[in-house]
């Protein structure tokens, strides 16, 4: 956690304190339920240097540079939208968080002061972070209320008058009977007929002479209906057909079970582990990784997509299992999926040095395909972020929309934590949340399904 500045304290002024001390209320009843990247933009207030300064420290790493000093305008206003939005992600929180009463009164009752436009905004990596000035809140000005000029002149009635004697005018000719002579009815009741039918004449066939044929329309033939298989020949011929390559996470975290929630694996990752005894922490652990976890899962359901995934696309592995950089295999034809599945069931997460290089996964994987005259496709099976460099993730998922536009890159988002969705909103992909066995299952096989790369051989 690094330090973005830090403001003198007047620990005379008991007001000051006492809001310091709500303001780190506040942080420990949202962070349970946030986001860590929504969290992230409040930044955490601490008395440092004997009291004598408030420190504000943020887990976000770069150099903090304050929003005011942005002369980007563009860039500015994508940050002041990010930073809005996320404001607007904890409002919706907060309305749904299983809370007191009383602990959403006093959230609700600094929301205004997080929103404040006095609060100085500091940006580190293009992200957003608050740092609060515990002031009154500051809202926007509102526009000066300029009186209405009067509205009705003298010649204004006389022009609503002249449109009066128009209208009655128009009246006065459409619906006086004077002067129109009534149409004359006759005293006879007019006589119905009924339509009559005209026949047709017969027609006469003649018959047929010696040296004439007859000549008779056939059918048109049907239209071949689009195959939904892929024949043998078509696998042999195996040249510009899509080609697919699988991200999988292989990182300690992907151990969390999947019988907890979001919010009982944050609990564990800031548990106070010191405080337990031997037996109590092997037991909390055991517990948090009880099968089925989000590996064992996530490998057993891989497994029967890749038998879903037609038989003349060739599919490659991408394993994220520690810095500096993803590890790759070659491509797996189709006799030999066997291997590529063995080598996915044997994935385990390291012991030491255990994290998730996905931006190089992605940057490797992109490199693999073509993208540009062919349709191919990426699959990434995760549950978090990238931790092993700063690089912008989804600059990258920029830089290869424009160079491989026929690139698919579709996440199935094991914790539903929205970290990477730009990755598959820039490529034209899409993401997928699971956090059950049974929505695993599912959002695998719509992931896979959404390729259009899963047609069976022609028998």
């Given at each position: 956690m690094q330090?973005?500045?830090?403001?003198?304290?007047?620990?005379?002024?008991?007001?000051?304190i006492?809001?310091?001390?709500?303001?780190?209320?506040?942080?420990?009843?949202?962070?349970?339920?946030?986001?860590?990247?929504?969290?992230?933009i409040?930044?955490?207030?601490?008395?440092?240097?004997?009291?004598?300064?408030?420190?504000?420290?943020?887990?976000?790493e770069?150099?903090?540079?304050?929003?005011?000093?942005?002369?980007?305008?563009?860039l500015?206003?994508?940050?002041?939208?990010?930073?809005?939005?996320?404001?607007?992600?904890?409002?919706?929180?907060?309305?749904?968080?299983?809370?007191?009463?009383e602990?959403?009164?006093?959230?609700?009752?600094?929301?205004p002061?997080i929103?404040?436009s006095?609060?100085?905004?500091y940006v580190?990596n293009?992200?957003?972070?608050?740092?609060?000035?515990?002031?009154?809140?500051?809202?926007p000005?509102?526009?000066?209320?300029?009186?209405?000029?009067?509205?009705?002149?003298?010649w204004h009635?006389?022009?609503?008058?002249l449109l009066?004697?128009?209208?009655?005018?128009?009246?006065?000719y459409l619906?006086?009977?004077?002067?129109k002579?009534?149409?004359?009815v006759p005293?006879t009741?007019?006589?119905?007929?009924?339509?009559?039918?005209?026949?047709?004449?017969?027609?006469?066939?003649?018959?047929?002479?010696?040296?004439?044929?007859?000549?008779?329309?056939?059918d048109?033939e049907p239209?071949?209906a689009?195959?939904?298989?892929?024949?043998?020949?078509?696998?042999?011929?195996?040249?510009d057909?899509?080609?697919?390559?699988?991200?999988?996470?292989n990182?300690?975290?992907?151990?969390?079970?999947?019988?907890?929630?979001?919010?009982?694996?944050?609990?564990?990752?800031?548990a106070?582990?010191?405080?337990?005894?031997?037996?109590e922490a092997?037991?909390y652990?055991?517990?948090?990784?009880?099968l089925?976890?989000?590996?064992?899962t996530s490998?057993k359901?891989a497994?029967s997509?890749?038998?879903k995934?037609?038989?003349d696309?060739?599919?490659?592995?991408?394993?994220?299992?520690?810095?500096?950089?993803?590890?790759t295999?070659?491509?797996?034809?189709?006799?030999?999926r066997?291997?590529?599945?063995?080598?996915?069931?044997?994935?385990?997460?390291?012991?030491?040095?255990?994290?998730?290089?996905?931006y190089?996964?992605?940057?490797?994987a992109?490199k693999?395909?073509?993208g540009v005259?062919?349709?191919?496709y990426?699959l990434?099976?995760?549950?978090?972020?990238?931790?092993?460099?700063?690089a912008?993730i989804?600059?990258?998922?920029?830089?290869?929309?424009?160079?491989?536009?026929?690139?698919?890159i579709?996440?199935?988002?094991i914790?539903?934590?929205?970290?990477?969705?730009?990755v598959?909103?820039?490529?034209g992909?899409?993401v997928?949340?699971a956090?059950?066995?049974?929505?695993?299952?599912?959002q695998?096989?719509?992931?896979?399904?959404?390729?259009n790369?899963?047609?069976?051989?022609?028998?």
């Amino acid at each position: 956690m690094q330090r973005i500045t830090r403001v003198m304290c007047d620990r005379n002024n008991c007001e000051k304190i006492s809001l310091l001390d709500q303001y780190n209320s506040l942080l420990a009843l949202l962070k349970p339920y946030l986001t860590d990247r929504t969290f992230s933009i409040l930044a955490v207030a601490r008395l440092i240097d004997d009291n004598q300064y408030i420190g504000w420290y943020t887990e976000l790493e770069g150099q903090p540079v304050l929003l005011n000093e942005i002369s980007d305008q563009s860039l500015k206003a994508k940050i002041e939208k990010t930073l809005q939005d996320r404001i607007n992600d904890i409002e919706t929180t907060v309305k749904l968080i299983p809370i007191t009463a009383e602990q959403k009164t006093f959230i609700s009752s600094w929301l205004p002061k997080i929103k404040s436009s006095g609060n100085h905004i500091y940006v580190i990596n293009d992200e957003p972070v608050i740092v609060n000035t515990f002031e009154e809140p500051v809202l926007p000005a509102s526009a000066p209320v300029i009186p209405p000029k009067p509205f009705w002149r003298w010649w204004h009635f006389l022009l609503l008058g002249l449109l009066l004697l128009s209208l009655l005018g128009i009246l006065w000719y459409l619906f006086c009977p004077y002067g129109k002579a009534k149409p004359t009815v006759p005293d006879t009741k007019p006589v119905i007929t009924q339509p009559i039918e005209e026949k047709k004449p017969e027609s006469v066939v003649e018959p047929l002479k010696e040296d004439q044929q007859s000549v008779v329309k056939s059918d048109p033939e049907p239209i071949p209906a689009p195959k939904n298989c892929i024949t043998r020949e078509e696998i042999a011929n195996n040249t510009d057909t899509p080609k697919m390559v699988m991200i999988f996470d292989n990182s300690a975290s992907m151990l969390f079970t999947l019988m907890e929630t979001q919010t009982s694996i944050n609990q564990y990752l800031h548990a106070d582990f010191y405080s337990m005894t031997r037996q109590e922490a092997e037991a909390y652990e055991k517990r948090m990784t009880r099968l089925p976890n989000r590996l064992s899962t996530s490998k057993k359901v891989a497994l029967s997509s890749i038998d879903k995934i037609q038989a003349d696309v060739n599919i490659a592995l991408v394993t994220l299992s520690a810095c500096p950089a993803a590890q790759t295999t070659s491509f797996y034809r189709y006799e030999n999926r066997s291997k590529l599945k063995n080598k996915i069931s044997r994935l385990k997460p390291l012991e030491n040095n255990s994290a998730t290089p996905l931006y190089s996964g992605i940057k490797q994987a992109s490199k693999m395909l073509d993208g540009v005259n062919r349709d191919d496709y990426i699959l990434v099976i995760s549950d978090g972020e990238d931790n092993c460099t700063k690089a912008n993730i989804c600059a990258l998922a920029n830089k290869i929309a424009t160079q491989q536009p026929r690139l698919k890159i579709n996440i199935v988002d094991i914790a539903g934590q929205h970290k990477i969705d730009c990755v598959a909103n820039k490529t034209g992909g899409k993401v997928y949340i699971a956090q059950s066995p049974k929505q695993v299952i599912n959002q695998m096989d719509k992931a896979v399904s959404s390729m259009n790369i899963s047609k069976p051989i022609c028998e």
